[in-house]
């Protein structure tokens, strides 16, 4: 395919050298920065950098911020190739992606969303790698409308670039599950790192801190953009933590052993559960 990758950061980045260290296809990029487009031909990472001409692209993915993603598209799809089909690597689905396939199916063009479940806890451009994707899961969030063909295009590049559990699933299923596994986590990191210990922490942390605190240098903009656009599935997963949370407040507040015993337990056996039921799954 010829695929044009819209925005050369972490993401968009690591795309483009996905693709042309495990793929065939042709890939042009563009960025806002013409020195990262530079920079990505300097690296071979795309095969031509973006000269302003839709015309002849099999796919094009946009690796934007929601907002951006669609002002970019409002402003130039009526000039991309009818029938071309559009993929964005947002972290938010449901009502956006309704906004995209709305818009596209206006113009004679198709869309399906993915999302790469891939990252690090720095962006940009000279962050990315082409290996970013290997054994990742990778989410496919078509609609009822969606051609079983543009899905399984998108199938196929998730597996071509390294992809590991390939998940098929709606757009409201997607933003479900993402505010628990991926956005509440991003809350928790940010709001971990607001102790006053953080400062003195040096030389008395492991593994669990640097786990519990890597995200909390997430992209302000972009997280809030995303929390914004999933506020009540998230709203849910934040309150249903802060329940959690309190029971463990309470038994240390009235010096219950045995019920922080049992809150531990209680936790260790869903982890487990959760661990066994994952290792049955198929890839």
Wanted: aromatic share 8%.
């Amino acid at each position: 395919m010829k695929i044009l990758v819209v925005g050369l950061g972490l993401i968009g980045g690591s795309l483009c050298k996905a693709m042309k260290k495990y793929t065939d296809h042709f890939v042009v990029g563009s960025d806002l920065k013409q020195d990262i487009e530079f920079a990505a031909l300097r690296d071979v990472a795309v095969d031509d950098s973006f000269n302003g001409d839709f015309s002849g692209f099999d796919l094009v993915i946009m690796a934007l911020f929601p907002d951006a993603t669609e002002k970019y598209l409002r402003e130039n799809i009526s000039r991309m190739d009818k029938n071309t089909l559009i993929t964005d690597v947002c972290g938010i689905k449901g009502a956006f992606s309704e906004r995209i396939k709305k818009l596209a199916a206006e113009n004679g063009m198709r869309y399906v969303g993915i999302h790469p479940m891939a990252g690090k806890e720095f962006g940009g451009y000279h962050n990315s790698f082409a290996d970013l994707f290997q054994k990742a899961n990778f989410i496919i969030a078509p609609d009822e409308d969606s051609l079983p063909g543009d899905v399984e295009t998108l199938r196929s590049l998730a597996a071509e670039i390294g992809a590991g559990k390939i998940v098929v699933t709606t757009p409201e299923n997607h933003d479900k599950m993402i505010a628990y596994t991926s956005q509440l986590a991003h809350i928790v990191s940010s709001a971990y790192v607001k102790s006053p210990e953080l400062s003195l922490e040096c030389g008395f942390s492991g593994g669990s801190f640097q786990d519990m605190t890597r995200i909390a240098t997430m992209n302000e903009k972009m997280w809030t953009d995303l929390f914004m656009q999933n506020r009540e599935n998230l709203l849910y997963e934040l309150d249903t933590l802060i329940e959690n949370l309190n029971k463990y407040s309470k038994a240390l507040k009235e010096k219950d052993s045995e019920e922080m015993c049992r809150l531990i337990a209680e936790g260790r056996q869903l982890k487990e559960d959760n661990l066994r039921h994952r290792v049955g799954q198929p890839n």
